[in-house]
């Protein structure tokens, strides 16, 4: 097995063929060949180290994104209970006066030419339900009226609202 030794002027090679002794231009050639081996594993030692945080990053953004989707579709869903809250009564379940003026307003934005009727109404003596029968008689005297229009305008095009107390349209 050959057997190489470096010192301070020079390398000394031993072998079963004998002994060569290089000089210093070999030296010099041998350790610049040896810095630039040594920088360039330096190199790819920061250059893996630099791709695993990277790698660890992106990881790190990617449950971040999969943790924001979920509360932002849960967000979402709260976000469509309360716009259904404003947009009905609590009482009848039919579409509140907010949600005839949007519809209103979208109807008036379309650039059609149709025909739009509305029919406005109220029940009859409903105060004299309240005040006789009391109030409980009187919500469960709306929740019918509500009922019978929706049995009424059963249709693709009609809509029913209760714009408040005992009035629809």
Not at 17 to 22: L, P, T, V
Not at 24 to 35: E, F, V
Not at 56 to 61: G, R, S
Not at 150 to 155: G, R
């Amino acid at each position: 097995i050959p057997l190489t030794i470096l010192y301070r002027y020079g390398i000394i090679k031993i072998s079963r063929f004998g002994i060569q002794i290089a000089d210093d231009s070999k030296i010099h050639l041998a350790k610049t060949r040896r810095t630039q081996m040594a920088q360039i594993l330096a190199k790819t030692h920061i250059i893996i180290i630099i791709t695993v945080i990277l790698a660890i990053a992106v990881a790190c953004l990617l449950v971040k994104i999969i943790k924001l989707k979920g509360e932002a579709s849960k967000i979402e869903e709260k976000i469509e209970k309360w716009r259904k809250m404003a947009l009905t009564d609590d009482l009848t379940k039919l579409k509140n006066r907010l949600a005839f003026n949007l519809k209103i307003d979208t109807l008036k934005k379309k650039k059609e030419n149709n025909i739009i009727g509305i029919l406005l109404f109220d029940v009859d003596n409903f105060k004299l339900i309240n005040d006789v029968e009391g109030h409980l008689a009187g919500d469960k005297k709306l929740k019918e009226v509500a009922i019978a229009l929706l049995d009424v305008f059963d249709s693709p095009n009609c809509s029913v609202f209760r714009f408040g107390g005992d009035e629809f349209a």
